[in-house]
């Protein structure tokens, strides 16, 4: 089968730190993977925080193989606030080997499907108190080689293709820490993280597919792609990321319509799941729905409230799809 014939993957982030997962709560006819958040990075190697819950979870996700046989099963390793050790657990040839082996082991003996990186970020701050180093642009690459090889190994063992893929900034900077180009050899499938991006002075969209005429920003899904590509990663390993939650603002008394409106607070922006939003909130309480045309991006604005939320909604996804489509990238992926 040729790349251009595969049907696009879809890929759904799945978090354990939550607790013990409902697997009857989840679609598995509609994805293609699973990626289950977040194994931790601790002494150097992957570490299950809660091994008894992580476990049990493994287990249950397993088991919606019943509903579908080809649904594939990921640790992803990092996350916002797990991603401190990285740097240091990937610094020379012989940690990178002992991070990918212990990395690799915990999908041998849970009989997993292969291993996403979510490094936030190589090369760049985090979250606070994250180390980070100029070498992380080369090592980022060399854990790659390192986990592939190691892939490799358990490959053999078992006769079945195991995956390596990542998630990545949705934002062209990521672009000059790392060697995407190079490290695309050794991956998948590089999840870009199109969503969360963040308005400082003016109300603008988490996670749009254009720009917005009305209010211009840094960052756009379409912005990414096209660096991601320039970087010499190829389509058809580009997965665009969805959000499937809001991200909240408190706009100024003076906000007339919301998006470019001056923000007084993104104190707790992260915000509720779609299903809250469509149920609870759009076009109910006060809360008015626009679409910008030229962002393919929706948002709610209150104008008594002045609260203002960004997401993603059936309309926009769809304009997301048939955008993977025409470009014929990977496919799609979605947090959470």
Request: hydrophobic share 35%; glycine share 8%.
């Amino acid at each position: 089968m040729k790349v251009a014939d595969k049907k696009p993957v879809v890929i759904g982030y799945v978090t354990g730190y939550s607790g013990l997962i409902d697997q009857n709560q989840i679609a598995a006819e509609k994805l293609t993977h699973i990626n289950y958040a977040f194994v931790n990075v601790k002494n150097n190697q992957a570490y299950l925080d809660n091994y008894k819950r992580d476990s049990t979870n493994f287990v249950r996700l397993n088991s919606l193989k019943q509903k579908n046989p080809n649904l594939q099963i990921l640790i992803s390793i990092g996350g916002w606030s797990w991603s401190e050790n990285f740097s240091d657990a990937v610094l020379t040839d012989s940690l990178r080997k002992v991070f990918a082996k212990s990395s690799v082991d915990i999908i041998r003996k849970h009989h997993l499907d292969g291993v996403d990186i979510d490094w936030e970020y190589p090369g760049m701050q985090g979250e606070e108190g994250n180390v980070y180093r100029p070498e992380d642009k080369e090592n980022f690459t060399l854990m790659f080689e390192a986990i592939r090889a190691e892939l490799a190994v358990l490959e053999k063992e078992t006769g079945k293709k195991k995956l390596l893929t990542t998630a990545t900034g949705g934002f062209p900077y990521f672009l000059n820490n790392t060697e995407m180009g190079k490290a695309a050899k050794y991956l998948d499938y590089i999840n870009l993280m199109t969503y969360d991006y963040y308005s400082s002075k003016r109300a603008g969209h988490h996670t749009n597919l254009y720009d917005s005429k009305t209010y211009p920003s840094d960052n756009s899904a379409d912005k990414a792609i096209k660096a991601y590509l320039a970087a010499g990663v190829p389509a058809s390993k580009i997965v665009m990321g969805i959000a499937f939650y809001g991200r909240n603002l408190q706009l100024n008394p003076t906000a007339q319509k919301g998006l470019g409106d001056t923000i007084l607070s993104s104190a707790n922006s992260y915000g509720k799941g779609y299903t809250f939003l469509k149920d609870s909130l759009i076009n109910k309480k006060g809360f008015i729905e626009y679409k910008d045309e030229d962002a393919k991006a929706p948002f709610l604005f209150n104008p008594e409230t002045k609260q203002y939320i960004s997401y993603d909604n059936e309309w926009s996804v769809a304009h997301k799809c048939d955008y993977v489509l025409k470009n014929k990238l990977g496919g799609v992926m979605f947090w959470e």
